[in-house]
């Protein structure tokens, strides 16, 4: 196959949503799984909606979660600009060669005009489109309604034919082109309309593989006329299906569903961001669900992208959060944690070598319980609190009549302990268990008032966990505090 170049086309309207990385993901897949060339393109033209800081978020996700891009923005490239408001030159170009051929023709009739028309059109029941009344204009008629002040659109001609798009995910779709009326080419203020920035842009581009959205498959119509009427190879497409909530309704907020900036913030992990868009309408069949980026680009093919809508789950999403938060290692968790734990107050912006080897010891004791990186504040509170927050039942479980005697034994045990690290950890509640057995105390009878001693409540981190981060001093002064309770 001849070199595989593709592209993701923002338009800096809004910020990056699941829908529109899934396309950056897939196209970034496919480019990485053929050895081909992957293209940023701003897609800028409409002035008024697009804005500089929804380009710098856009990039920074995409960035972020490790698109690299070969040619666009910042990394620039032999087919640039990558901006299609610095590429006017081109659709202009473009534009004036059909209409040199007469496949296009420029058109003067105002918004207000075409208003009027459009309303009188769905009042006749007929389905509204432009009605091509400047089709035909004479170099006469031109000029007359230029003196009146008109400014020109250019529009294509757009020919009467059955048009069908050779989908890679959808298969054959058919459109007749009698649906499409002559649609805008250059806006009045000289501006490309996006259908014909597209065009130009993907064949000066030289994109041999169109993968986007299905909100665009009608407009690929328009496209293929004029990739044809323009002389240009055809790219190859794939729409992918749209993704819907678990209720099958429209994704929106109410399915948790947010822009890619606000998933990062809430503690998401760019690899379990990466790991749940690919599998929103691909899988790989056999009920594989956790995968790097490395890993996709392995196994990834467009064969694989299913017809049917997607569907967005931010509970599966969490859960895959939590399992790639415990594939991280503790030096690379405690360094993604650290932003959280300062946010709570627990700690300052720069704490020392010797603290931070201290929180690899609480990130530890906390790693499995973590879903998103924020879950840090309250999983990991209790190692920051002088004093244990004692829950109700936790104070009940104080009463109980062989409370003396677990505090005894584990007072003895940790005097004689030195350094405590887990394993160690591990030795002395063994100890403590293996005595307190013999006056007939075993199981919860004897965690649970350490666990209450420790930590004021009744569940949380494994006690050898607790134990090893307090350290000695720690656990015998929390101790005495919970006699003074019994
Ligand atoms: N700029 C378009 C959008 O943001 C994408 C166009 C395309 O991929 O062809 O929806």
Redesign the pocket.
Same mark, same amino acid.
């Given at each position: 196959m001849k070199d595989i170049r593709v !592209? $993701?086309?923002?338009?800096p =309207?809004g910020h990056l949503h699941i829908g =529109?990385s899934r =396309?950056v993901l897939f196209n970034w897949l496919f480019a990485r799984s053929q050895n081909g060339v992957f293209i940023l393109r701003i897609?800028d033209t409409d002035r008024s909606r697009s804005t500089v800081e929804y380009e710098r978020s856009i990039i920074e996700d995409i960035s972020w979660l490790g698109l690299n891009w070969d040619e666009g923005p910042e990394v620039g490239g032999k087919y640039g600009p990558y901006y299609q408001s610095q590429r006017g030159e081109l659709y202009k170009k473009a534009a004036d060669e059909l209409l040199k051929k007469g496949l296009a023709y420029r058109c003067y009739c105002t918004e207000i005009e075409l208003e009027e028309r459009r309303e009188e059109a769905i009042k006749q029941g007929v389905m509204p489109k432009y009605d091509g009344q400047c089709r035909n204009l004479t170099s006469e008629d031109e000029k007359s309604l230029i003196s009146e002040g008109r400014k020109p659109t250019i529009r294509f001609r757009v020919p009467k034919r059955k048009i069908v798009v050779h989908d890679l995910v959808k298969g054959d779709v058919e459109f007749d082109s009698n649906i499409i009326g002559d649609f805008i080419l250059i806006r009045s203020d000289g501006m490309a309309s $996006?259908n014909f920035a *597209?065009v130009v842009d993907?064949a000066a581009m030289k994109i041999t593989h *169109?993968? !986007?959205?299905e909100? #665009?498959l009608a407009?690929t119509a328009r #496209?293929i006329l004029l990739f044809e009427a323009l002389g240009y190879p055809i790219p190859k497409f794939a729409h992918n299906s749209m993704t819907l909530g678990p209720d099958h309704a429209k994704l929106s907020k109410r399915h948790g569903a947010t822009s890619i900036g606000e998933y990062r913030r809430q503690g998401f992990l760019s690899s379990a961001l990466v790991n749940c868009l690919a599998l929103l309408g691909w899988s790989l069949g056999d009920g594989r669900e956790i995968f790097t980026l490395q890993e996709l680009v392995q196994v990834f093919s467009i064969d694989r992208i299913s017809k049917s809508p997607a569907i967005f789950d931010i509970e599966k999403f969490k859960w895959i959060n939590g399992q790639h938060i415990r594939k991280l290692s503790i030096k690379e968790l405690t360094y993604l944690v650290l932003p959280y734990l300062e946010e709570a107050g627990y700690i300052n912006a720069k704490p020392t070598a010797k603290k931070v080897a201290w929180i690899e010891k609480v990130v530890e004791a906390v790693q499995t319980n973590l879903v998103v990186l924020s879950d840090i504040k309250e999983s990991s509170k209790l190692f920051f609190e002088d004093k244990p927050e004692y829950s109700k039942d936790a104070l009940e479980v104080l009463k109980e009549e062989q409370v003396p005697k677990v505090f005894e034994v584990l007072k003895k045990v940790l005097a004689k302990a030195n350094e405590i690290d887990i394993e160690k950890a591990k030795i002395i509640l063994k100890e403590v268990a293996g005595e307190l057995k013999s006056h007939g105390i075993k199981g919860k009878g004897v965690y649970h008032p350490i666990r209450v001693a420790l930590t004021g409540a009744l569940s949380g981190p494994e006690l050898f966990y607790v134990i090893s981060v307090f350290g000695k001093e720690k656990c015998l002064e929390r101790i005495e505090e919970a006699i003074k309770l019994v």
């Open positions: !592209r $993701f086309a923002p338009s =309207t =529109t =396309t897609e $996006f *597209v993907d *169109v993968i !986007r959205g909100d #665009h407009n #496209h």
